[in-house]
Protein backbone atom coordinates (compact mmCIF):
# COMPACT_ATOMS: atom_id res chain seq x y z
CA UNK A 1 0.00 0.00 0.00
CA UNK A 2 1.29 3.49 -0.60
CA UNK A 3 1.88 6.00 2.10
CA UNK A 4 -0.95 9.23 1.56
CA UNK A 5 0.89 12.12 -0.76
CA UNK A 6 3.11 13.69 1.43
CA UNK A 7 1.31 17.80 1.48
CA UNK A 8 3.88 20.90 0.96
CA UNK A 9 2.34 23.37 3.18
CA UNK A 10 4.32 23.52 6.28
CA UNK A 11 3.52 21.53 9.73
CA UNK A 12 2.47 25.69 11.09
CA UNK A 13 -0.96 25.68 9.08
CA UNK A 14 -2.25 22.28 10.34
CA UNK A 15 -4.63 22.43 13.24
CA UNK A 16 -3.56 22.43 16.81
CA UNK A 17 -4.52 20.17 19.53
CA UNK A 18 -3.37 16.46 20.37
CA UNK A 19 -0.13 17.65 18.37
CA UNK A 20 0.43 20.59 19.94
CA UNK A 21 2.76 19.77 22.05
CA UNK A 22 5.14 18.81 19.51
CA UNK A 23 4.99 22.90 18.47
CA UNK A 24 6.58 23.70 21.79
CA UNK A 25 10.20 24.24 22.64
CA UNK A 26 11.60 21.96 24.85
CA UNK A 27 11.75 24.44 27.72
CA UNK A 28 9.54 23.51 31.12
CA UNK A 29 5.53 24.03 30.67
CA UNK A 30 3.98 25.69 32.89
CA UNK A 31 2.89 24.08 35.79
CA UNK A 32 -1.13 24.99 35.03
CA UNK A 33 -0.79 22.86 31.57
CA UNK A 34 0.60 19.50 33.29
CA UNK A 35 -2.84 16.85 33.44
CA UNK A 36 -2.07 13.16 34.90
CA UNK A 37 -3.14 12.39 30.94
CA UNK A 38 -1.09 15.52 29.21
CA UNK A 39 1.31 13.85 26.45
CA UNK A 40 4.39 15.31 27.40
CA UNK A 41 4.06 13.90 30.84
CA UNK A 42 3.44 10.13 29.87
CA UNK A 43 6.50 10.88 26.85
CA UNK A 44 8.61 12.03 29.54
CA UNK A 45 8.10 9.03 31.62
CA UNK A 46 9.30 6.34 28.65
CA UNK A 47 13.15 4.95 29.23
CA UNK A 48 12.97 5.49 25.48
CA UNK A 49 13.85 8.23 23.92
CA UNK A 50 11.07 10.20 21.39
CA UNK A 51 11.73 12.51 18.32
CA UNK A 52 9.53 14.00 16.39
CA UNK A 53 10.40 16.13 12.94
CA UNK A 54 8.29 17.86 10.41
CA UNK A 55 8.32 17.74 6.12
CA UNK A 56 11.20 20.75 6.39
CA UNK A 57 13.24 18.13 8.26
CA UNK A 58 13.28 19.98 12.16
CA UNK A 59 12.59 18.68 15.13
CA UNK A 60 9.33 19.26 16.50
CA UNK A 61 9.55 17.86 19.34
CA UNK A 62 11.82 15.48 22.02
CA UNK A 63 11.17 13.60 24.67
CA UNK A 64 13.24 14.08 28.29
CA UNK A 65 15.12 10.59 27.50
CA UNK A 66 15.89 12.07 23.93
CA UNK A 67 17.47 15.12 25.08
CA UNK A 68 19.58 12.96 28.03
CA UNK A 69 20.62 10.48 25.05
CA UNK A 70 21.87 13.31 22.63
CA UNK A 71 22.89 15.24 25.48
CA UNK A 72 20.88 18.72 24.41
CA UNK A 73 19.85 21.26 26.80
CA UNK A 74 16.72 22.77 27.47
CA UNK A 75 18.10 26.04 26.52
CA UNK A 76 19.47 24.76 23.01
CA UNK A 77 16.71 25.49 21.65
CA UNK A 78 15.86 22.15 20.18
CA UNK A 79 12.44 22.21 19.33
CA UNK A 80 13.19 23.76 15.86
CA UNK A 81 16.73 22.07 15.62
CA UNK A 82 17.46 20.61 12.04
CA UNK A 83 17.20 17.21 12.72
CA UNK A 84 20.46 15.88 11.75
CA UNK A 85 22.51 18.45 13.97
CA UNK A 86 20.15 17.10 16.63
CA UNK A 87 21.70 13.53 15.83
CA UNK A 88 24.93 14.06 14.61
CA UNK A 89 24.92 10.52 13.02
CA UNK A 90 26.76 9.73 9.94
CA UNK A 91 23.65 7.65 8.72
CA UNK A 92 22.41 10.99 8.60
CA UNK A 93 23.90 11.91 4.93
CA UNK A 94 23.86 8.61 3.69
CA UNK A 95 20.44 6.54 5.10
CA UNK A 96 18.24 9.01 6.91
CA UNK A 97 15.41 6.40 7.95
CA UNK A 98 13.15 9.08 9.09
CA UNK A 99 13.33 10.69 5.60
CA UNK A 100 13.47 7.28 3.97
CA UNK A 101 9.96 6.49 5.89
CA UNK A 102 8.80 10.37 4.83
CA UNK A 103 9.08 9.03 1.29
CA UNK A 104 8.12 5.27 0.90
CA UNK A 105 5.62 5.26 4.06
CA UNK A 106 7.63 2.38 5.34
CA UNK A 107 8.87 2.25 9.14
CA UNK A 108 12.29 0.80 9.82
CA UNK A 109 12.17 -1.44 12.90
CA UNK A 110 15.56 -1.98 15.19
CA UNK A 111 17.38 0.30 12.70
CA UNK A 112 21.14 0.79 14.51
CA UNK A 113 23.22 4.47 14.32
CA UNK A 114 26.15 5.37 16.16
CA UNK A 115 25.49 8.82 17.02
CA UNK A 116 28.45 11.40 18.59
CA UNK A 117 26.20 14.11 21.23
CA UNK A 118 27.09 17.20 22.18
CA UNK A 119 29.66 16.21 24.84
CA UNK A 120 31.89 14.06 21.83
CA UNK A 121 30.75 10.59 23.41
CA UNK A 122 29.78 8.07 20.52
CA UNK A 123 26.62 5.99 20.97
CA UNK A 124 24.84 3.57 19.42
CA UNK A 125 21.07 3.57 19.24
CA UNK A 126 18.41 0.49 18.04
CA UNK A 127 15.46 2.90 16.47
CA UNK A 128 12.14 2.44 15.11
CA UNK A 129 9.79 4.98 12.45
CA UNK A 130 6.96 5.46 11.94
CA UNK A 131 4.86 8.19 10.33
CA UNK A 132 2.93 11.09 12.03
CA UNK A 133 -0.69 12.03 10.89
CA UNK A 134 -3.54 14.60 12.05
CA UNK A 135 -6.95 13.89 12.58
CA UNK A 136 -7.53 13.69 9.43
CA UNK A 137 -5.02 11.18 8.55
CA UNK A 138 -2.60 13.61 6.52
CA UNK A 139 0.76 13.21 6.93
CA UNK A 140 2.90 15.92 8.47
CA UNK A 141 5.71 14.34 9.74
CA UNK A 142 7.73 11.32 11.11
CA UNK A 143 8.45 10.06 14.82
CA UNK A 144 11.61 7.82 15.51
CA UNK A 145 11.60 6.12 18.43
CA UNK A 146 15.03 4.78 19.87
CA UNK A 147 16.95 3.33 22.62
CA UNK A 148 20.64 3.41 23.83
CA UNK A 149 22.19 -0.12 23.06
CA UNK A 150 26.13 0.95 23.57
CA UNK A 151 26.80 -1.05 26.33
CA UNK A 152 24.90 -4.07 24.81
CA UNK A 153 26.67 -3.66 21.46
CA UNK A 154 30.17 -2.96 23.33
CA UNK A 155 29.70 -6.27 25.13
CA UNK A 156 29.08 -8.39 22.03
CA UNK A 157 32.05 -7.02 20.87
CA UNK A 158 34.37 -7.87 23.57
CA UNK A 159 32.51 -11.66 23.45
CA UNK A 160 33.53 -11.67 19.84
CA UNK A 161 37.12 -10.83 20.42
CA UNK A 162 37.46 -12.98 23.24
CA UNK A 163 35.07 -16.57 22.54
CA UNK A 164 35.98 -16.60 18.93
CA UNK A 165 38.59 -17.00 16.10
CA UNK A 166 37.50 -16.13 12.99
CA UNK A 167 33.88 -17.51 12.15
CA UNK A 168 34.86 -20.32 14.75
CA UNK A 169 32.77 -19.51 18.58
CA UNK A 170 33.21 -20.65 21.32
CA UNK A 171 33.53 -20.33 25.37
CA UNK A 172 34.39 -23.74 26.11
CA UNK A 173 37.90 -24.56 27.47
CA UNK A 174 38.66 -26.92 24.85
CA UNK A 175 38.04 -23.86 22.29
CA UNK A 176 40.04 -20.91 24.19
CA UNK A 177 42.63 -23.78 23.98
CA UNK A 178 42.49 -23.58 20.36
CA UNK A 179 42.26 -20.20 20.07
CA UNK A 180 45.30 -19.67 22.06
CA UNK A 181 46.98 -22.14 19.47
CA UNK A 182 45.53 -21.02 15.55
CA UNK A 183 47.10 -17.57 15.43
CA UNK A 184 50.56 -18.90 15.72
CA UNK A 185 50.07 -21.89 13.45
CA UNK A 186 48.58 -19.16 10.97
CA UNK A 187 51.93 -17.89 10.82
CA UNK A 188 53.69 -21.23 9.71
CA UNK A 189 53.74 -22.91 6.23
CA UNK A 190 53.74 -25.87 8.19
CA UNK A 191 51.15 -28.91 6.82
CA UNK A 192 48.23 -29.15 9.02
CA UNK A 193 46.02 -31.99 9.89
CA UNK A 194 42.37 -31.16 10.89
CA UNK A 195 40.86 -33.85 12.91
CA UNK A 196 37.08 -34.23 14.25
CA UNK A 197 33.80 -35.69 13.71
CA UNK A 198 31.55 -34.46 10.66
CA UNK A 199 30.21 -30.96 11.19
CA UNK A 200 32.39 -29.75 13.66
CA UNK A 201 33.63 -27.15 11.76
CA UNK A 202 36.87 -28.32 10.58
CA UNK A 203 36.63 -26.09 7.09
CA UNK A 204 35.96 -23.36 9.37
CA UNK A 205 39.39 -23.89 10.65
CA UNK A 206 41.14 -24.08 7.58
CA UNK A 207 39.43 -20.41 6.27
CA UNK A 208 40.39 -18.95 9.71
CA UNK A 209 44.01 -20.19 9.28
CA UNK A 210 44.40 -19.09 5.74
CA UNK A 211 42.69 -15.39 6.61
CA UNK A 212 45.20 -14.91 9.77
CA UNK A 213 47.92 -16.12 7.59
CA UNK A 214 51.03 -14.07 5.26
CA UNK A 215 49.41 -15.90 2.55
CA UNK A 216 45.87 -13.68 2.78
CA UNK A 217 46.04 -12.10 -0.33
CA UNK A 218 46.73 -15.74 -2.12
CA UNK A 219 43.91 -17.77 -3.26
CA UNK A 220 42.34 -20.30 -0.54
CA UNK A 221 41.32 -23.66 -2.94
CA UNK A 222 39.12 -26.52 -1.33
CA UNK A 223 38.95 -29.78 -2.56
CA UNK A 224 36.38 -32.80 -1.37
CA UNK A 225 38.52 -35.84 -1.77
CA UNK A 226 35.32 -38.28 -0.91
CA UNK A 227 33.11 -37.03 -4.06
CA UNK A 228 35.57 -38.07 -6.62
CA UNK A 229 37.00 -41.37 -8.32
CA UNK A 230 40.28 -41.68 -8.34
CA UNK A 231 40.97 -41.03 -12.05
CA UNK A 232 39.18 -37.95 -11.65
CA UNK A 233 40.35 -36.97 -8.30
CA UNK A 234 43.88 -37.10 -10.04
CA UNK A 235 43.05 -34.64 -12.55
CA UNK A 236 41.37 -32.34 -10.08
CA UNK A 237 44.55 -31.60 -8.11
CA UNK A 238 47.24 -32.14 -10.39
CA UNK A 239 45.44 -31.21 -13.61
CA UNK A 240 45.87 -32.07 -17.20
CA UNK A 241 47.44 -32.17 -20.69
CA UNK A 242 45.32 -31.93 -23.76
CA UNK A 243 44.57 -35.39 -24.88
CA UNK A 244 45.10 -36.78 -21.84
CA UNK A 245 42.15 -38.81 -21.28
CA UNK A 246 38.66 -39.20 -23.34
CA UNK A 247 37.25 -35.78 -22.99
CA UNK A 248 40.31 -33.87 -22.19
CA UNK A 249 39.76 -31.32 -25.13
CA UNK A 250 42.01 -28.69 -23.73
CA UNK A 251 44.66 -28.67 -21.04
CA UNK A 252 43.74 -27.49 -17.91
CA UNK A 253 45.51 -26.63 -14.39
CA UNK A 254 44.63 -28.24 -11.12
CA UNK A 255 44.13 -27.14 -8.01
CA UNK A 256 48.10 -27.47 -6.46
CA UNK A 257 48.57 -24.43 -9.01
CA UNK A 258 45.00 -22.76 -8.86
CA UNK A 259 46.42 -22.55 -4.75
CA UNK A 260 50.12 -21.49 -5.65
CA UNK A 261 50.94 -18.79 -3.25
CA UNK A 262 47.86 -19.68 -1.07
CA UNK A 263 46.23 -22.48 0.94
CA UNK A 264 44.89 -26.14 -0.47
CA UNK A 265 42.22 -27.16 1.93
CA UNK A 266 41.88 -30.82 1.52
CA UNK A 267 38.96 -32.34 2.89
CA UNK A 268 38.47 -36.06 3.40
CA UNK A 269 41.76 -36.94 3.02
CA UNK A 270 41.50 -40.35 4.35
CA UNK A 271 39.18 -41.48 1.66
CA UNK A 272 42.06 -41.50 -1.07
CA UNK A 273 43.33 -44.47 -2.37
CA UNK A 274 46.68 -45.75 -1.70
CA UNK A 275 48.08 -44.84 -5.09
CA UNK A 276 46.24 -41.77 -4.99
CA UNK A 277 48.47 -41.32 -1.62
CA UNK A 278 51.90 -42.12 -3.32
CA UNK A 279 51.37 -38.86 -5.66
CA UNK A 280 50.23 -36.96 -3.06
CA UNK A 281 53.18 -37.64 -0.55
CA UNK A 282 55.91 -36.57 -3.85
CA UNK A 283 53.98 -33.22 -3.82
CA UNK A 284 54.44 -32.38 -0.21
CA UNK A 285 57.95 -33.63 -0.18
CA UNK A 286 59.04 -32.00 -3.64
CA UNK A 287 56.49 -29.35 -4.16
CA UNK A 288 56.24 -30.39 -8.07
CA UNK A 289 54.35 -32.72 -9.86
CA UNK A 290 53.56 -33.15 -13.12
CA UNK A 291 49.55 -32.82 -15.22
CA UNK A 292 48.11 -36.20 -16.18
CA UNK A 293 49.72 -36.90 -19.35
CA UNK A 294 52.24 -34.36 -19.41
CA UNK A 295 55.74 -34.18 -19.05
CA UNK A 296 56.90 -31.10 -17.91
CA UNK A 297 57.12 -30.20 -14.22
CA UNK A 298 55.14 -28.35 -12.14
CA UNK A 299 56.44 -26.43 -9.48
CA UNK A 300 54.06 -24.79 -6.85
CA UNK A 301 54.25 -22.82 -3.17
CA UNK A 302 51.37 -24.13 -1.34
CA UNK A 303 50.33 -24.33 1.96
CA UNK A 304 48.61 -27.58 2.35
CA UNK A 305 45.58 -28.34 4.93
CA UNK A 306 43.80 -31.25 5.50
CA UNK A 307 41.16 -32.47 6.94
CA UNK A 308 39.60 -36.02 8.10
CA UNK A 309 36.68 -37.34 9.89
CA UNK A 310 38.38 -40.95 10.55
CA UNK A 311 40.96 -41.60 12.80
CA UNK A 312 43.96 -41.82 10.65
CA UNK A 313 45.80 -43.34 13.12
CA UNK A 314 43.85 -46.31 13.55
CA UNK A 315 43.73 -46.57 9.45
CA UNK A 316 47.66 -46.27 9.41
CA UNK A 317 47.93 -48.91 11.96
CA UNK A 318 45.53 -51.20 10.20
CA UNK A 319 47.93 -50.77 6.42
CA UNK A 320 44.46 -48.86 4.96
CA UNK A 321 46.60 -45.44 5.16
CA UNK A 322 50.66 -44.60 4.13
CA UNK A 323 52.65 -43.97 7.80
CA UNK A 324 54.66 -41.68 6.10
CA UNK A 325 52.01 -39.10 4.31
CA UNK A 326 50.28 -39.52 7.43
CA UNK A 327 53.82 -38.14 9.14
CA UNK A 328 53.64 -35.64 6.50
CA UNK A 329 50.14 -34.53 7.35
CA UNK A 330 50.03 -34.28 10.75
CA UNK A 331 53.00 -31.66 10.97
CA UNK A 332 50.59 -30.09 13.25
CA UNK A 333 47.64 -31.88 14.55
CA UNK A 334 44.41 -29.64 15.07
CA UNK A 335 41.37 -31.75 16.87
CA UNK A 336 38.04 -30.32 17.00
CA UNK A 337 35.85 -31.59 19.71
CA UNK A 338 32.26 -32.83 19.07
CA UNK A 339 29.39 -30.13 20.28
CA UNK A 340 28.56 -32.92 23.36
CA UNK A 341 31.79 -32.36 24.36
CA UNK A 342 31.59 -28.42 24.68
CA UNK A 343 27.72 -28.11 25.65
CA UNK A 344 28.57 -24.51 27.20
CA UNK A 345 29.27 -23.07 23.63
CA UNK A 346 25.57 -24.01 22.40
CA UNK A 347 24.02 -20.66 23.64
CA UNK A 348 26.49 -18.33 21.94
CA UNK A 349 26.53 -20.60 18.44
CA UNK A 350 22.62 -19.84 19.14
CA UNK A 351 22.71 -16.43 19.24
CA UNK A 352 25.67 -16.29 16.56
CA UNK A 353 23.43 -18.36 14.44
CA UNK A 354 19.97 -16.51 15.78
CA UNK A 355 21.61 -13.04 14.62
CA UNK A 356 22.23 -14.36 11.18
CA UNK A 357 18.93 -15.86 9.95
CA UNK A 358 17.24 -12.61 11.23
CA UNK A 359 19.22 -10.68 8.85
CA UNK A 360 19.36 -12.96 5.89
CA UNK A 361 15.17 -13.85 6.43
CA UNK A 362 14.30 -10.02 7.46
CA UNK A 363 13.08 -11.13 10.80
CA UNK A 364 13.70 -10.06 14.24
CA UNK A 365 12.90 -12.79 16.69
CA UNK A 366 14.95 -11.52 20.05
CA UNK A 367 15.71 -15.18 21.07
CA UNK A 368 13.94 -18.86 21.94
CA UNK A 369 11.88 -19.42 25.34
CA UNK A 370 12.61 -20.87 28.20
CA UNK A 371 11.13 -24.56 27.45
CA UNK A 372 12.78 -24.32 23.63
CA UNK A 373 16.15 -23.47 24.96
CA UNK A 374 16.13 -26.39 27.53
CA UNK A 375 15.13 -28.85 24.53
CA UNK A 376 17.96 -27.41 22.51
CA UNK A 377 20.72 -27.43 25.50
CA UNK A 378 19.54 -31.26 26.50
CA UNK A 379 19.98 -32.65 22.34
CA UNK A 380 22.96 -34.63 21.70
CA UNK A 381 23.79 -33.48 18.57
CA UNK A 382 24.96 -35.97 16.68
CA UNK A 383 25.67 -33.86 12.95
CA UNK A 384 27.53 -31.43 15.65
CA UNK A 385 27.43 -27.20 15.23
CA UNK A 386 26.32 -28.20 11.47
CA UNK A 387 23.06 -29.77 12.63
CA UNK A 388 22.49 -26.91 15.39
CA UNK A 389 22.84 -24.42 12.37
CA UNK A 390 20.14 -26.07 10.66
CA UNK A 391 17.91 -26.33 13.74
CA UNK A 392 18.30 -22.82 14.11
CA UNK A 393 17.71 -21.69 10.21
CA UNK A 394 14.44 -24.02 10.57
CA UNK A 395 12.86 -22.04 14.00
CA UNK A 396 13.64 -18.62 12.31
CA UNK A 397 12.21 -19.79 9.38
CA UNK A 398 9.01 -20.72 10.92
CA UNK A 399 8.70 -18.30 13.51
CA UNK A 400 6.45 -15.30 12.97
CA UNK A 401 7.07 -14.09 16.79
CA UNK A 402 9.41 -12.11 18.93
CA UNK A 403 10.57 -15.77 20.44
CA UNK A 404 11.13 -18.94 19.23
CA UNK A 405 9.21 -21.93 21.15
CA UNK A 406 9.24 -25.54 21.25
CA UNK A 407 7.06 -25.71 18.05
CA UNK A 408 8.91 -24.13 16.06
CA UNK A 409 12.01 -26.38 16.64
CA UNK A 410 12.37 -29.86 14.67
CA UNK A 411 9.62 -32.75 15.41
CA UNK A 412 12.59 -34.97 16.30
CA UNK A 413 14.40 -32.69 18.82
CA UNK A 414 11.25 -32.71 20.84
CA UNK A 415 10.24 -35.90 23.31
CA UNK A 416 6.39 -36.36 23.10
CA UNK A 417 4.93 -36.92 26.75
CA UNK A 418 3.07 -40.26 26.66
CA UNK A 419 5.13 -41.81 23.41
CA UNK A 420 6.71 -44.76 23.25
CA UNK A 421 10.47 -44.52 23.73
CA UNK A 422 12.55 -45.57 20.97
CA UNK A 423 13.21 -49.05 22.73
CA UNK A 424 9.97 -49.59 23.94
CA UNK A 425 8.65 -49.93 19.63
CA UNK A 426 11.79 -51.75 19.21
CA UNK A 427 10.55 -54.53 21.24
CA UNK A 428 7.01 -54.38 20.31
CA UNK A 429 8.44 -55.46 16.63
CA UNK A 430 8.27 -58.95 15.13
CA UNK A 431 11.53 -58.97 14.85
CA UNK A 432 13.61 -56.58 17.18
CA UNK A 433 16.72 -57.09 16.56
CA UNK A 434 16.66 -56.82 12.49
CA UNK A 435 14.27 -54.06 12.98
CA UNK A 436 17.75 -52.24 15.15
CA UNK A 437 20.19 -53.23 13.31
CA UNK A 438 17.47 -51.64 10.24
CA UNK A 439 17.28 -48.33 11.79
CA UNK A 440 21.20 -48.12 13.29
CA UNK A 441 22.15 -48.50 9.64
CA UNK A 442 19.64 -46.31 8.32
CA UNK A 443 20.59 -43.29 10.83
CA UNK A 444 23.84 -43.70 10.59
CA UNK A 445 23.38 -43.12 6.70
CA UNK A 446 21.74 -40.54 7.28
CA UNK A 447 24.12 -38.84 9.87
CA UNK A 448 27.48 -39.23 7.65
CA UNK A 449 25.54 -38.14 4.65
CA UNK A 450 25.38 -41.28 2.50
CA UNK A 451 29.42 -41.84 3.27
CA UNK A 452 29.66 -45.58 3.32
CA UNK A 453 33.20 -45.30 4.70
CA UNK A 454 31.98 -42.80 7.63
CA UNK A 455 29.01 -44.81 8.04
CA UNK A 456 30.78 -48.17 8.47
CA UNK A 457 33.98 -46.56 10.80
CA UNK A 458 31.14 -45.08 13.29
CA UNK A 459 29.07 -48.41 12.96
CA UNK A 460 32.47 -50.41 13.74
CA UNK A 461 32.08 -52.64 10.61
CA UNK A 462 33.84 -52.98 7.62
CA UNK A 463 33.23 -51.19 4.36
CA UNK A 464 32.11 -54.35 2.58
CA UNK A 465 30.35 -55.88 5.70
CA UNK A 466 28.36 -52.42 5.14
CA UNK A 467 27.61 -52.72 1.88
CA UNK A 468 26.44 -56.29 2.18
CA UNK A 469 24.11 -55.39 4.66
CA UNK A 470 22.84 -52.12 2.60
CA UNK A 471 22.08 -54.73 -0.38
CA UNK A 472 20.20 -57.47 1.62
CA UNK A 473 18.14 -54.53 2.76
CA UNK A 474 17.81 -53.09 -0.48
CA UNK A 475 18.98 -49.68 0.79
CA UNK A 476 21.75 -49.11 -1.33
Known sequence: MKPDPVPSKPFSSHKRGTVSHFERTLGPMPNGDLTPAD????????????????LDKRVLYMNRAAREFLNIRDSDGGGRMECHKAMNSSACQTCCVLEKTLETGEPFRNYEVTVTDASGRKRTFRLNTALLRDASGTVFGGVEVFHDVTQIVALKEELKGRYSFGHIIGRSERMQELFDLLPVIAQSKSTVLIEGESGTGKELVAHALHENSPRIEGPFVSLNCAVLSEGVLE?????????????????????????????????EIGEISPSMQVKLLRVLQEEEFERVGGTKTVKVDVRVIAATNRNLKQAMESGEFRKDLYYRLRVIPITLPPLRERSEDIPLLIQSFLDRYNAELGKDIQGFTSEAMQVLLNYHYPGNVRELQNVVEHAVLLSNESRIDVRHLPGDLVPVPGKATFLEKVLSEKEPLKYLERE??????????????EAARKLAIGRSTLWRRLKEMKMA
Open 39 to 54: PQVILDSLDEGVLAIG
Open 440 to 453: LIRKTMEISGGNVS
Open 235 to 267: SELFGHVRGAFTGAVQSRPGRFELASGGTLFLD
